[in-house]
C-alpha cells in the first residue's frame, strides 16, 4: 500500500517503541522505507525489521530513554508500546495496574520528557512530531481491561496537553486503532475474534500497515496543521451498534 515513490522522511530519525511487533514493526518499516534513519525499541530480544537498528529496552525505565537519547537527535518519535492483562478490576493486582500503567502511559510521559525538548524540526516544519499509539478501548468500556482502558484514556488526554506544552515547537497526535491482526491476538480464540470482526463496518481485521500509514501521515510535514488531534483507525468498530 505505500507509494514507493514517497519519501517523507529522507534524512530524518525516527525512533519507535514496539517496534519489533505488529503495529509498530510495520510504523517502523513505513518510516524506513520513505528514508527515515529508524530506532525500534523492544524488550524481545532482537528487532524483526531490516533496515532498522535496534535497542533492547523497557520503556517504562528512564534509562532506557537516555540510551535513546544517545543514539542522537531524532524528529520523530512514536510510542507505541503497550502491556495488557485481561481480568476485571477485582481480580487485577495491584502489580499487575502498575505495569499496565507504567508500560502504557508512563512510558509515552517518559519518551516527551527526554525528547521533545530537543526535537529538530522536520521538512521545514518548526519542530518534531511525536505521534501515540492509544486505542479504541479509550472510548468504550469492554470487560476485562481496566488498566489497559485507563492507560490508553490517559494516552488521549496526555497526547492534547503534549500538544499544548509542545507547540508551535512540535506537534503530538494519537491514532486509536480498533481490531488489528498482530500477534497481540494470540491470546484470543477464534470466537472472539470473530465478534471483534463483526463488531466493524468493514467486516474484517485491520492490518498493521494499514495503522503503520497513518501514524506516518502524522508524523509527516503532510499533517502540518495537526496537533492534539486523537485518530479513530478502526474499520468503523467505534461507530456501529450491534442490535441482535
Ligand atoms: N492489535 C490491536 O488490535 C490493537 C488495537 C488497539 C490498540 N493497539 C495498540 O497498538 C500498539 C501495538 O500493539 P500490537 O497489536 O502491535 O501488539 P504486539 O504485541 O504485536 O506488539 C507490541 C510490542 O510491544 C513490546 N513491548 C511490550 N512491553 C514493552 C516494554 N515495556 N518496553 C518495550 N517494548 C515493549 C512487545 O515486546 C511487542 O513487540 C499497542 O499500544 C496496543 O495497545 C492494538
Same mark, same amino acid.
Given at each position: 500500500?505505500?507509494?514507493?515513490?514517497?519519501?517523507?522522511?529522507?534524512?530524518?530519525?525516527?525512533?519507535?517503541?514496539?517496534?519489533?511487533?505488529?503495529?509498530?514493526?510495520?510504523?517502523?518499516?513505513?518510516?524506513?522505507?520513505?528514508?527515515?534513519?529508524?530506532?525500534?525499541?523492544?524488550?524481545?530480544?532482537?528487532?524483526?525489521?531490516?533496515?532498522?537498528?535496534?535497542?533492547? *529496552?523497557?520503556?517504562?525505565?528512564? !534509562?532506557?530513554?537516555?540510551?535513546?537519547?544517545?543514539?542522537?537527535?531524532?524528529?520523530?518519535?512514536?510510542?507505541?508500546?503497550?502491556?495488557?492483562?485481561?481480568?476485571?478490576?477485582?481480580?487485577?493486582?495491584?502489580?499487575?495496574?502498575?505495569?499496565?500503567?507504567?508500560?502504557?502511559?508512563?512510558?509515552?510521559?517518559?519518551?516527551?520528557?527526554?525528547?521533545?525538548?530537543?526535537?529538530?524540526?522536520?521538512? *521545514?516544519?518548526?519542530?518534531?512530531?511525536?505521534?501515540v499509539?492509544s486505542?479504541?478501548?479509550?472510548?468504550?468500556?469492554?470487560?476485562?481491561?481496566?488498566?489497559?482502558?485507563?492507560? /490508553?484514556?490517559g494516552l488521549t488526554?496526555l497526547?492534547?496537553?503534549?500538544?499544548? !506544552?509542545?507547540?508551535?515547537?512540535?506537534?503530538?497526535? =494519537?491514532?486509536?486503532?480498533?481490531?488489528?491482526?498482530?500477534?497481540?491476538?494470540?491470546?484470543?480464540? !477464534?470466537?472472539?475474534?470473530?465478534?471483534?470482526?463483526?463488531?466493524?463496518?468493514?467486516?474484517?481485521?485491520? !492490518?498493521?500497515?494499514?495503522?503503520?500509514?497513518?501514524?506516518?501521515?502524522?508524523?509527516?510535514?503532510?499533517?502540518?496543521?495537526?496537533?492534539?488531534? =486523537?485518530?479513530?483507525?478502526?474499520?468503523?468498530?467505534?461507530?456501529? /451498534?450491534?442490535?441482535?
Open positions: 500500500m505505500s507509494d514507493p515513490g514517497m519519501r517523507r522522511f529522507a534524512g530524518r530519525r525516527a525512533v519507535v517503541t514496539g517496534g519489533a511487533s505488529g503495529i509498530g514493526a510495520a510504523t517502523a518499516a513505513r518510516l524506513a522505507a520513505e528514508g527515515a534513519a529508524v530506532l525500534a525499541v523492544d524488550v524481545a530480544p532482537e528487532g524483526r525489521v531490516a533496515g532498522v537498528e535496534y535497542l533492547r *529496552g523497557d520503556v517504562s525505565k528512564e !534509562e532506557t530513554w537516555e540510551r535513546v537519547a544517545a543514539w542522537g537527535p531524532v524528529d520523530v518519535v512514536v510510542s507505541n508500546a503497550a502491556a495488557v492483562q485481561v481480568a476485571p478490576a477485582h481480580e487485577t493486582s495491584l502489580a499487575s495496574w502498575d505495569r499496565q500503567l507504567s508500560v502504557g502511559l508512563t512510558a509515552t510521559f517518559l519518551a516527551a520528557r527526554r525528547l521533545l525538548p530537543g526535537m529538530s524540526g522536520i521538512s *521545514g516544519l518548526p519542530g518534531g512530531s511525536m505521534v499509539t486505542s479504541v478501548h479509550a472510548l468504550v468500556g469492554l470487560p476485562g481491561h481496566p488498566a489497559y482502558a485507563a492507560a /490508553k484514556g488526554a497526547t492534547r496537553q503534549l500538544a499544548v !506544552e509542545y507547540g508551535p515547537y512540535a506537534r503530538v497526535n =494519537c491514532v486509536l486503532p480498533g481490531p488489528v491482526m498482530t500477534p497481540a491476538w494470540d491470546r484470543v480464540d !477464534e470466537r472472539g475474534r470473530a465478534d471483534s470482526v463483526r463488531a466493524t463496518v468493514l467486516g474484517r481485521f485491520g !492490518e498493521p500497515e494499514e495503522v503503520a500509514a497513518v501514524i506516518a501521515f502524522l508524523a509527516s510535514a503532510e499533517a502540518s496543521f495537526m496537533t492534539g488531534a =486523537c485518530v479513530v483507525v478502526d474499520g468503523g468498530w467505534s461507530v456501529v /451498534k450491534d442490535s441482535a
